[in-house]
Nanobody, 126 residues
């Protein structure tokens, strides 16, 4: 069974950092383009970042560029989202998603993502 599982969310103060992980079971992430998304209460789901293949070119939404970093560790079959300088507006459920597309320079919103994790809650509050 193909599955994605996110972890690493929690409560953090403004200005703090968290690292989210997304681990795949049943398939190898190195054959997929991966996106991170988030959804806050009452808001539409929005793309945060994505990472392509072959290679590891990354793209980011404007509201996280310079603060968040997406990366992959193929040996661990895991994708990470390092989140720095968090603000209350970053509070949301964060999801990872995968699509079997070859995208050297990925356009994050362009794909019909096939597999989704259950999400992990990130709360930024003092």
């Amino acid at each position: 069974q193909l599955q994605l599982v996110e972890s690493g969310g929690g409560l953090v103060q403004p200005g703090g950092s968290l690292r989210l992980s997304c681990t795949a079971s049943g398939f190898m992430l190195d054959s997929y383009t991966i996106g991170w998304f988030r959804q806050a209460p009452g808001k539409e789901r929005e793309v945060v970042s994505c990472i392509g293949h072959p290679g590891e070119i990354t793209n980011y939404a404007d509201f996280v560029r310079g603060r968040f970093t997406i990366s992959r560790d193929n040996a661990k079959n895991t994708i990470y989202l390092q989140m720095n300088r968090l603000t209350p507006e970053d509070t949301a459920v964060y999801y990872c998603a995968a699509v079997r597309e070859s995208s050297v320079n990925p356009i994050c919103v362009a794909y019909d993502y096939e597999y989704w994790g259950q999400g992990t809650q990130v709360t930024v509050s003092s």
